[in-house]
Structures are given as structure tokens and as C-alpha cells.
């Protein structure tokens, strides 16, 4: 079955720098979630959408900001990446929430 | 405040031996989930409760709901080394429906 995909599974970037973390959710899910996880931390709720609008939105840096595409998939853009930034961000995908999220493998991001 | 709060936060225990994980929320939810997650992994779901007195099973897991008192209970019979992995609880709080308010995990280690 197909699953949540997220790319890059890993990346590594500069102070300052920007990043664009993709997430293809699995068909036919209607909402899209991102968290972010610092090392050792609970999952963070960054921002949701459902059905290509933004319908929640958690503790996501100004920096920050992301988008859902006319396909479903959905970016998450970071500019000004700081050091704090470094963490797994998963993206995760359901429909009809009775029956839970699934989650991504994640992106995990480095910042040096 | 939106809290969710786990016990223990680390957990050793033999093989063969039985635990129950804790899960208190501070205020009246929507739905809770349980979800493993080994190191550097994704979040993988377990069990998505959605009414008082919900109990779901799944192989030598058990969580159940008690949305009376805020608290789930996840419980491990007979454990075994392949169940070692980080257990976090998610609660979906109806002021903000359709996010998820992770609790702090709990790290678990079972010993042949």
C-alpha cells in the first residue's frame, strides 16, 4: 500500500540557508500534517491542511511557511535556517481522522 | 493550558514480564493515539481510541480510554525485546480539533 512520502530523507544546510522539505501524502487523504522532532523531544505540531487550505497552525517560526498543491503534496519552505532548526520533520496524512495518521519517514534536517 | 503527560518516561523491564504506560491529558478530548516510534524512525500508529471506555488490542498491546479521568493506559503483557522502542501518546483536544498534543514518550527497553 502506498504510503507518505517525504523527500529529502536527509539533508544538511548552512545557517541562514533556505530548505524545502516535500511531502506526497497518501491518495485520497484529504489533510496533511507537519510536526517537527527535536533530538530526544515529543513530536511538534507545525501547520495542517486539508483539502489545499491551511486549517491549523501550531508553533511554526515566522520563517517558516508551507503550501499545498493543486496534487495534494505539500512543502514545507524554511528560510534563515538557524542551528535550533536541526530536527526530523514528519509529515503526516489522513482521511477522516477516526482512523488516525499515517506518518512519513521523515526529513531529517541538519543545520551546521 | 493543553497538556499531555506520560509515566513512566523510561521503562526497563524482562522479557516476559507485564507494564502498563500511562497517559493523563489536561482537558477534554476529542481522540487519543498511541504510536511507536524506534530510534530515528517514523511515528508508527498503534491504536486510535474515540469514546469513554474504549479498549483496543493488538498482539501483546492493550490501551484503553477513560475520558473521565483523562487517562489512557497502555499495557504490555508478556513483553518481549522486539517491543523496545519509544511509546508516545497524541491527544486531539476539541479546542483544536485535528491537531495533535504529543505527550513526552516513553522510552522502552525490555531485557532478554
Known amino acids: 500500500a502506498a504510503g507518505v512520502i517525504q523527500s529529502p530523507r536527509h539533508l544538511i544546510k548552512e545557517k541562514r540557508e533556505t530548505a524545502t522539505l516535500k511531502c506526497y501524502p497518501i491518495?485520497?487523504?484529504?489533510?496533511v500534517y507537519w510536526y517537527q522532532q527535536g533530538p530526544g523531544q515529543d513530536p511538534q505540531f507545525l501547520i495542517s491542511?486539508?483539502?489545499?487550505?491551511?486549517?491549523d497552525k501550531g508553533s511554526i517560526p515566522d520563517r517558516f511557511s508551507a503550501q499545498q498543491f493543486s496534487d495534494y503534496h505539500s512543502e514545507l519552505n524554511m528560510s534563515s535556517l538557524e542551528l535550533g532548526d536541526s530536527a526530523l520533520y514528519f509529515c503526516?496524512?489522513?482521511?477522516?481522522?477516526?482512523?488516525?495518521?499515517?506518518f512519513g519517514s521523515g526529513t531529517r534536517l541538519t543545520v551546521v | 493550558e493543553l497538556k499531555v503527560e506520560q509515566n513512566p518516561l523510561f521503562l526497563s523491564m524482562q522479557e516476559g514480564k507485564n507494564y502498563t504506560i500511562y497517559c493523563n491529558y489536561s482537558?477534554?478530548?476529542?481522540?487519543l493515539y498511541w504510536y511507536r516510534q524506534d530510534p530515528g524512525k517514523s511515528l508508527e500508529s498503534l491504536f486510535v481510541?474515540?469514546?469513554?471506555?474504549a479498549v483496543k488490542q493488538e498482539g501483546r498491546l492493550m490501551a484503553s480510554l477513560d475520558t473521565k479521568a483523562r487517562l489512557s493506559t497502555l499495557h504490555i503483557t508478556a513483553a518481549v525485546h522486539d517491543l523496545s522502542a519509544t511509546y508516545f501518546c497524541?491527544?486531539?483536544?476539541?479546542?483544536?480539533?485535528?491537531?495533535?498534543?504529543f505527550g513526552d514518550g516513553t522510552t522502552l527497553t525490555v531485557k532478554p
Open positions: 503526516a496524512s489522513s482521511r477522516q481522522r477516526a482512523w488516525g495518521y499515517t
Open positions: 491518495p485520497r487523504h484529504d489533510t
Open positions: 491542511f486539508y483539502e489545499k487550505m491551511q486549517s
Open positions: 482537558t477534554t478530548s476529542d481522540r
Open positions: 481510541l474515540l469514546s469513554n471506555g
Open positions: 497524541a491527544v486531539e483536544f476539541n479546542t483544536n480539533a485535528g491537531k495533535s498534543t
